[in-house]
């Protein structure tokens, strides 16, 4: 059984370009997260999907910043007119359900993204 | 406001030697305290949840413990490859799937 798939692993774009970041969740899995990590700092929430839903986006940037999770295909995570401060680690989760208890969280390897 | 911090920042350890890890948090509501272990360039794996205080899980050479306030990972006679960043996290009553990670304890185990 795959794991969470993310690609590219390292991304590098020129400041004003778009970055496009891609994750497939675990079989079986129907809900999709995406966290920022920068350098220094800690995992941030940015966003959660389910199939064609956004559910909570508390933690994605107002502008440049949109997610999705379509019916088929995997969840794409698209960072328009790229800035220094995008550069970061960009890793994406999958779980299976939201029941009572936690959610436990498997993660993809990430995404790498370096702007010049 | 949710907040979860980890201490210490790092900890350097022989091979054999054991410690603690602390994960100090606050949060409306506790639905679960997870821990997770990062390598460099990886994304972290999960090791643990926790849910009620006086709960308690081992993993190998790993415990996880939590009460009202904080939650400890033991690490006993630990080994090299057990070098890696422990990750602290809160996940509120009324948040779904938004974890509140802590910044972390980078943890070396030398030979």
């Known amino acids: 059984n795959a794991g969470v798939m993310q690609n590219p692993r390292h991304l590098v774009r020129r400041r004003g370009q778009e970055a496009r970041l891609r994750c497939s969740p675990m079989?079986?899995?129907?809900?999709v997260y995406w966290y920022r990590q920068l350098p220094e700092e800690g995992l941030k929430f940015m966003v959660y999907l389910q199939k064609e839903n956004i559910i909570d986006e508390s933690g994605m940037p107002k502008e440049r910043f949109s997610a999705e999770f379509p019916k088929e295909g995997p969840s794409i995570l698209r960072i328009q007119q790229v800035v220094r401060g995008d550069s970061a680690a960009y890793f994406c989760?999958?779980?299976?359900?939201?029941?009572?208890?936690?959610?436990?969280?498997?993660f993809g390897s990430g995404t790498q993204l370096s702007v010049l | 406001e949710d907040q979860v911090t980890q201490s210490p920042e790092a900890l350097r350890l022989q091979e054999g030697e054991s410690s603690s890890l602390n994960c100090s948090y606050t949060v409306s509501g506790l639905r679960g305290l997870f821990w997770y272990r990062q390598d460099p360039g990886k994304g972290p794996e999960f090791l643990f949840t926790?849910?009620?205080a006086g709960e308690e899980k081992e993993k190998e050479r790993l415990k996880a413990t939590l009460t009202k306030k904080e939650s400890f990972l033991h690490i006993t006679a630990p080994k090299p490859e057990d070098s890696a960043t422990y990750l602290c996290a809160v996940q509120a009553a009324d948040s779904w799937g938004k974890l509140q990670f802590g910044a972390g304890t980078q943890v070396v185990v030398t030979p």
């Open positions: 079989k079986g899995h129907s809900h």
């Open positions: 989760a999958s779980s299976t359900n939201t029941g009572t208890e936690g959610e436990k969280l498997f």
């Open positions: 926790l849910y009620s």
